[in-house]
Every structure is written in structure tokens, then in C-alpha cells.
């Protein structure tokens, strides 16, 4: 794609744009900001490809950041953890955080009511 190296968040930022861009419905493709009509299929395909390829690049940088740092994210509660191998994780009070989580959750969900 570019031969500048993007972090694996800017990555997934256009992954996601570009996934926006894309429509659901066959042949309905996305639309400009001049509401044209529908996009060929071949333009649908052509935001369709660039998806995938920066789903590849997003895969291949968060790789490379992992071999840099030795970090991982945990994928239950999302906190990097430094680990030698990709078959278990050290000890990161994973259980407390997700229970942590759903309790701020709940308290949010009732302050709003």
C-alpha cells in the first residue's frame, strides 16, 4: 500500500472507514457525499479489496508490534500482557478486571436511567 509504516490504530481506523464505505446489499455500493447514484460492482470490489488489504496490513503491523514489545492483548479483557509465548498468558487478574467492567457497566446503565 504505502511505504510509510502506519500503527496497527490508524490501520484499523481505515480498515473500519473503508468497511463503512462497503454496503450489505448486493450491488447497492456506497454513495459520495453528492448522493450519486449506486457504484458499479467493480467499485464495490475495488473498496471490498482495499478492506482486506488493510485488514492484512493491520494484521501484519499488530504482529510486528508484539515482536517489538513482547506485548499481547489478553483477548477477554484487553490489557497488554508481556508473554514469551502465544500459548498461555501470565497471571493478570483477568477475572477481576472483566467483573470490574460489567460492574461499571451496570452502574453507568442505571445512572442513565
Known amino acids: ?14 480498515l473500519a472507514q473503508y468497511g463503512e464505505r462497503t454496503s450489505t446489499t448486493p450491488g447497492s455500493g456506497p454513495r459520495t457525499r453528492r448522493s450519486s447514484p449506486a457504484c458499479t460492482p467493480d467499485d464495490e470490489r475495488m473498496w471490498l479489496e482495499k478492506a482486506a488489504a488493510l485488514r492484512a496490513e493491520a494484521d501484519q503491523q499488530e504482529e510486528r508490534e508484539r515482536e517489538r514489545t513482547g506485548l499481547i492483548p489478553c483477548s477477554d479483557c484487553g490489557t497488554m500482557v508481556r508473554t514469551r509465548t502465544l500459548e498461555s498468558l501470565p497471571e493478570h487478574r483477568c477475572i477481576q478486571r472483566q467483573r470490574a467492567r460489567r460492574e461499571r457497566e451496570t452502574a453507568d446503565r442505571t445512572t442513565e436511567k
Not at 500500500?1 to 481505515?14: D, E, F, K, S, W
Open 1 to 14: 500500500m504505502t511505504n510509510t509504516p502506519i500503527t496497527p490504530a490508524v490501520a484499523l481506523t481505515r
